[in-house]
């Protein structure tokens, strides 16, 4: 019997992602283990095993395919002493046979719960084709083109068309059986798709107001710049998850900031004898420091230290419970290229700074070759961000769901300090944290900050 390989969900959030190589051809022997395939997510590229063995029948993903559904068949093996050309042919309907026996029980439920007068509308037209074929029973009545013929779109598409004010009859679909799924929507909505009508048939009830506006369309912002002064950048996966996860953050999370200078000389000074005394380790490259410890290692410490002092604040909002952790998991940004991704640095209050400089760095490494495990940046329960190196005096950043904290680190910067009653010069930080308001009330902010900036100017505690 054929084996189906499938698009692998490599995370708890992912549904969809680039077949971006195949490390296998038609006709290969594989067994439990090899890597076969590199799949490509908005944040990590990722290897993909097999796990039984067979001959590769039939790839049926090209590499190179973009937006591959999770749990799509990508290639077909042929079982021990199986036929590879059958195999190719019998594993090709499987999907299909699943589909059908899968949805049969959602439609009679549909007709079943439909009143009297609608049964007769509710049920489908007479087909040569499958059940599959006629895609799952919509909760909402399926869209129809001008010649009465059924369109078949996902709940999620057809909301979306109805949003983006496109006519789901002029949309080209390219899941299952050509049914219109979210992407092709917003391929049509990106590519100024033909609108809907303007008007409708009759309607029972009152109507629903229109959506509210989400700002200019792709059409009208283009239409303000003169043909050719611009070339246009499609969004990639992680642009898009980006900002469908900033946009989230700041329309439900009712978030406030605090600001906190910190003098910076002691942790320096620190810095300096601990990097100065850092035994040698021989490599490739001859005798190098086993570790050289940056600011940003000192904070993260900081940071993790101060969750554990006060550990209220170390908390995600649900919305039946707040969601208290045991342990600090500290969130590091990381710029790549056209984008940002943040590893975690997990039990970070346990760690020695040297001990978290190594990890930060082995991380970041692995993030611009974007060869992260999705448990090495997903969670957390703190963020931090730092922009000194540019420069930047001070900043706010966005609260990163589901966690409750973020803070933003400015540069060092030189100013008269009061120290013993004299007036001195010292370097001093500014941190501004940013807090989920539902999880973190202003004086367990207010306290959060205030122990972070005791670690930074006492730094001596953090090797305790």
């Not at 779109?153 to 219109?180: C, Q, T, Y």
Request: hydrophobic share 40%.
């Amino acid at each position: 019997m054929p084996i189906n390989i499938t698009m692998p969900a490599l995370s708890p959030t992912m549904e969809e992602g680039n077949l971006t190589k195949w490390l296998v051809k038609e006709g290969d022997k594989v067994g439990p283990g090899d890597v076969i395939a590199e799949i490509e997510t908005d944040k990590a590229t990722m290897e993909v095993e097999a796990v039984e063995e067979g001959v590769v029948a039939k790839l049926v993903v090209p590499a190179g395919t973009e937006a591959v559904k999770v749990n799509a068949v990508i290639a077909i093996l042929a079982a021990d002493g199986e036929d590879v050309a059958d195999a190719a042919k019998g594993g090709d309907a499987a999907p299909a046979k699943a589909e059908a026996k899968s949805e049969a029980p959602k439609q009679e439920a549909a007709k079943a719960d439909a009143p009297k007068d609608q049964k007769a509308e509710a049920a489908p037209a007479k087909s040569d084709k499958p059940i599959a074929d006629q895609g799952p029973a919509p909760s909402t009545p399926a869209p129809v083109s001008k010649d009465g013929e059924r369109i078949f779109a996902s709940p999620l598409a057809r909301r979306l068309a109805k949003d983006a004010g496109l006519d789901l009859s002029a949309v080209s679909g390219s899941g299952p059986h050509g049914r219109i799924v979210k992407t092709d929507v917003e391929k049509a909505a990106a590519s100024g798709g033909s609108k809907a009508a303007q008007t409708t048939g009759a309607t029972e009830g009152p109507q629903a107001p229109a959506a509210a506006p989400k700002g200019p369309s792709d059409e009208n912002v283009l239409k303000l710049f003169a043909e050719g002064s611009y070339e246009l950048l499609p969004h990639d996966g992680m642009r898009k998850t980006i900002a469908a996860r900033l946009t989230e953050s700041t329309q439900t999370v009712p978030s406030y900031t605090v600001s906190m200078e910190c003098e910076l000389d002691a942790m320096l000074k620190l810095r300096g004898d601990i990097n100065a005394s850092a035994p040698v380790k021989k490599t490739e490259k001859g005798e190098v420091p086993a570790f050289k410890l940056s600011v940003n290692d000192f904070i993260i410490k900081a940071m993790a230290l101060a969750l554990r002092d006060v550990p209220m604040a170390n908390a995600s909002w649900t919305s039946t419970a707040r969601v208290l952790h045991k342990h600090a998991d500290v969130g590091v940004a990381v710029s790549i290229p056209d984008g940002l991704i943040t590893p975690i640095v997990r039990n970070a209050e346990t760690k020695t700074l040297s001990a978290i400089s190594n990890e930060v760095k082995d991380l970041a490494k692995r993030a611009r070759d974007k060869k992260l495990k999705p448990e090495e940046y997903q969670g957390g329960t703190t963020s931090v961000s730092n922009l000194g190196m540019f420069g930047v005096s001070s900043f706010t950043s966005i609260v990163n769901l589901p966690q409750a904290s973020i803070v933003s680190i400015g540069a060092g910067v030189e100013k008269p300090v009061v120290r013993n009653g004299k007036i001195e010069v010292g370097t001093v930080m500014t941190a501004t944290f940013a807090f989920d308001h539902r999880v973190i009330d202003g004086a367990l902010g207010a306290e959060l900050a205030s122990a972070f900036k005791r670690y930074i100017e006492n730094p001596m505690g953090m090797l305790v």
